[in-house]
């Protein structure tokens, strides 16, 4: 090599020795031993996956902020959380760039940031409940989402980090509908916070895990190692030791003499009698067959206790709720008349089961109704889009106010129908049913209703080569 070439290379390390041991002046850190820390932070942060996280949170982030500035309360300090939350894993893909891939122990030390910014939120939603609570568990429990970063591979027991973020805000998706349904038409600032809140991670964090994080955090091979967050405390002062497992106490073996010794003790005093020395003995007076405050006969009032039901099914505590925004559930009603669902649209359903003695109004056109395993229902609904099914049920009684293109009944013993005049061209389907009638409206406006029996017996004759099926019509005074 020619040597004013090493010369001019020699020249440019000592300069750079130089500008490195002086500070440089806000120049990059460089040394002969390649320390890039510096540099290597300004890198990870202009790389365009940390960009695209940044605009995110401008964003999706910002929007919810802003809906919730005109909320305020704890509506606010739970979205500030969430903002906080998402920062913080911005902090984390940085340092994940820079860090070499640690093990379980080391990775939740890593994460430990993040997780301690959940619980916050997730501190908000225990103890008495407030107002909006269901604004407070639905941020607490999107931020599961987040954990999308702990992804190690297949092995790890966690759903790819794109299904992981739908997965998990499906979990708190239940209460953002509860935000939506409440609000709806009293205040448009809370729908707009549940859309917002929606949005950011469906598509948004979704789309950004899909695009830059499909298999998961990709970590820096020639990295540092991970470290835990610093531990809080005065500067220079020593961590506390490790709380030992065992007490001093119960860590001593006992010995096998000590063993001895004590078992032989307890057989030398069953064989002296001293055990029973302190029990009392039982005198006839004592035995329950003598005493005269004991008899065979139950009281009335200890009848009346055992005899007396439950006020709720046995197969569960009884239910009416909208569950994930699209599913009506009716459950476990007893002795309910005034059960009512007005709050529904064309695209969600109505399943009522294990109901007895109560009555349900639907108000408004929904998807699908089925009533299933009930006794003594009733049911009056307004419209259905697809069918009203009747499953496995005893004497219900069902009313059509609108129109219903089926009622599909099946396995069932005892049903009244009631069509409205916009709804006489519905096409009823029976199916091992029995004592089937339907209540039709009269040809004047002021005339009775007219009840039909659906046919339960069949005459079915072979002719012709083939079977031809007709209902038995009875005939007689």
Known sequence: MDESLIKRLEAAVTRLEGISSTGGGGVTTLSRGGDFSAG????????????????LISQCVGRALSAAEKIGGPVLDVTKIVAEAFATQKDLLVRIKQTQKPDMAGLAGFLKPLNDVTMKADAMTQGRRSDFFNHLKAASDSLSALAWIAFTGKDCGMSMPIAHVEESWQMAEFYNNKVLVEYRNKDANHVEWAKALKELYLPGLRDYVKSHYALGPVW??????????????PPGAPAP??????????????????????????????????????????????????????SGAVSSIEKET?????AFSKTGPPKLELQMGRKWAVENQIGKKDLVISDCDAKQSVYVFGCKDSVLQIQ??????????????????????????????????????GSAPTVSVDNTTGCQLYLNKD?????????????????????????????????????HVFTEGKFETTPVSHSGA
């Open 40 to 55: 290597t932070d300004a890198a990870a942060s202009s790389d365009p996956s940390i960009l695209a996280y940044e605009d």
């Open 220 to 233: 820096n091979a020639s990295g540092k190692p991970a470290s835990a967050p610093p531990a809080k405390g």
């Open 241 to 294: 030791p490790p709380a030992p497992v065992f007490s001093s106490e119960s860590s001593k073996p006992s010995s096998s003499s000590n063993q001895k010794q004590g078992m032989s003790a307890v057989f030398q005093q069953l064989s002296s009698g001293a055990v029973t020395s302190g029990l009392r003995k039982v005198t006839d007076d004592m035995k329950t067959k003598n005493r005269a405050d004991r």
């Open 306 to 310: 055992r005899t007396t039901k439950p």
């Open 364 to 401: 408004g056109k929904v998807n699908n109704i089925t009533i299933d395993k009930c006794t003594k229902m009733g049911v009056v609904f307004t419209d259905v889009v697809a069918a009203f099914e009747i499953v496995n049920c005893t004497n219900v009684e069902v009313q059509c106010q």
């Open 423 to 459: 709804s006489l061209e519905t096409a009823i389907t029976t199916a091992k049913s029995s004592e089937i009638n339907v209540m039709v409206p009269g040809t004047s406006p002021d005339g009775d209703w007219v009840e039909h029996a659906l046919p339960q017996q069949y005459n």
